[in-house]
């Protein structure tokens, strides 16, 4: 039972080039999440996936992309890349509604240049 | 708009100290507050949420629906919980989350 497990670990971008990070989970979890984190910020939410075939907008959506390809899988597209999406990228999950725990991946450190 | 204050980035206590990391809040709906840690190496991980009204490794957090806060606490402080700590609101039907700034705990000998 792995969690939440994220692809890549670690990147490296230059200005518009284009990539999709992965995230999937074991936990038969209906709810997904992709969260940023820079310094002196906290986490903030991207895009979120409230159940199988939904996604809907978080807190700073823009320049992002989602698809919930299966229960599973929620994957993260920067179509072209900027400098100000240097960031730590973390994926969640958790089982549905409210008050309900979030589960982490490890995240994916990018760097763009 | 919903929105987490912790207001100290750094707290710095000795080992056996007490130690009590402050979180404000400010939602017009009925909150969900919880406590996330990350440990030196290791993932973000649920410390303790308001609705369980549990103690966790020593750390407790009463929600003060009247001075909006949900403040962490802990006795007497041990080196292992040296690590980062954020609040987190959690609004709307699909848990989606508000995290604050984050404090780092750092215990000393």
């Known amino acids: 039972n792995a969690g939440v497990t994220q692809t890549p670990k670690f990147q490296v971008l230059k200005t518009g080039q284009s990539m999709t990070l992965q995230c999937a989970q074991d936990m038969n979890h209906n709810s997904m999440y992709w969260y940023r984190q820079d310094p002196g910020m906290g986490l903030r939410l991207i895009y979120y996936s409230a159940s199988e075939g939904t996604t809907d907008k978080g807190e700073v959506p823009n320049g992002y992309n989602v698809s919930r390809l299966n229960k599973r899988e929620f994957s993260l597209r920067l179509e072209s890349a900027a400098p100000s999406q240097t960031s730590v990228y973390f994926c969640?999950?958790?089982?549905?509604?409210?008050?309900?725990?979030?589960?982490f991946g490890p995240g994916t450190r990018l760097l763009v240049l | 708009a919903q929105r987490v204050t912790q207001p100290e980035k750094l707290l710095s206590v000795f080992k056996g100290a007490p130690v009590e990391l402050k979180c404000n809040y400010s939602?017009?709906?009925?909150?969900?507050l919880f406590w996330y840690v990350q440990y030196s190496r290791q993932r973000l991980q649920l410390l303790l949420r308001?609705?369980s009204r549990e103690s966790i490794k020593g750390f407790t957090a009463d929600l003060n629906k009247g001075e909006t806060s949900f403040h962490l606490k802990k006795p007497f402080a041990q080196e292992e919980d040296s690590a980062m700590y954020y609040c987190?609101?959690?609004?709307?039907?699909?848990?989606?989350?508000?995290f604050g700034t984050g404090t780092r705990l750092q215990v000393t000998l």
């Open positions: 939602y017009s709906g009925s909150p969900e």
């Open positions: 969640a999950s958790s089982e549905t509604g409210s008050g309900e725990t979030q589960y």
């Open positions: 987190a609101l959690g609004t709307g039907t699909a848990s989606k989350l508000t």
């Open positions: 308001h609705i």
